[in-house]
């Protein structure tokens, strides 16, 4: 981790125009974010040897040299202790397993949003594992995951199940959220139940990170 008030990345990918415009995303963290960029395998293992440590690796596992899983186990071999997000064009969850069980803190997939991809930086930057809601159910079918499902999920919502899970993606327990709508605990209750239905989800948790992979103003 970082030693500096700074926030740190690295970014290694050999997409140039993706890595630049993924840079400029980032950049909307914060006037202290230091991005640094790699092509390739050896290139990212050059800035092992730097004074300077980073906060968070972002991974693709098939620029050249890395040969997939074993180019990121050489990767976090030479940046001990350093969180390092997987970044991949194929969101399958047979992917995002191997990236998880590599010892991968996230799995971002390339389809994201900015917005989406800004709160799954900062999600991971605060220490938390990012991987998204769906991806097992899209092995089991054996396809990518669908990044339209939580947009249509959304706008299902009628207006007070918008104002219900506004508040749960800004960490209202149920009961401040009724205080704050004016309604009755158990009434909130059964909007986040319909609320779940429509998204496909089971559980707040699920509720709130699918809000915030889909980038999208609730």
């Known amino acids: 981790m970082s030693t500096s008030s700074a926030i740190?990345?690295?970014i290694a990918d050999d997409h140039v125009l993706l890595t630049d415009m993924l840079e400029a995303h980032l950049k909307k963290l914060g006037p202290e974010v230091q991005i640094e960029k790699a092509i390739n395998l050896a290139e990212t293992l050059t800035f092992a040897n730097g004074e300077a440590s980073f906060d968070l690796?972002?991974?693709?596992?098939r620029m050249p040299g890395m040969n997939g899983l074993?180019?990121?186990k050489a990767v976090r071999k030479h940046f001990p202790?350093?969180?390092?997000?997987?970044?991949?064009?194929?969101a399958t969850a047979e992917n995002a397993?191997?990236?998880?069980?590599?010892?991968?803190i996230g799995f971002i997939p390339k389809t994201i949003g900015g917005r989406a991809m800004l709160n799954a930086v900062q999600l991971m930057l605060s220490g938390e594992r990012y991987f998204p809601v769906g991806l097992s159910d899209a092995a089991a079918a054996g396809r990518p995951v669908a990044a339209g499902a939580a947009l249509q999920g959304i706008a299902a919502l009628t207006a007070r199940e918008r104002d219900v899970l506004r508040l749960l993606v800004s960490g209202s327990p149920n009961g401040e959220i009724g205080r704050k709508?004016?309604?009755e605990t158990v009434t909130v209750?059964?909007?986040?139940?319909?609320?779940?239905?429509k998204l496909g989800v089971e559980s707040r948790t699920q509720a709130v990170k699918l809000c915030m992979e889909s980038g999208q103003d609730i």
């Open 57 to 61: 690796v972002i991974l693709d596992l």
């Open 181 to 183: 709508l004016g309604i």
């Open 70 to 72: 074993a180019g990121m």
């Open 97 to 104: 397993k191997n990236a998880y069980d590599a010892g991968a």
């Open 81 to 90: 202790g350093i969180p390092i997000a997987v970044m991949s064009g194929e």
């Open 189 to 197: 209750a059964l909007h986040l139940r319909n609320i779940y239905r």
């Open 8 to 10: 740190r990345l690295l």
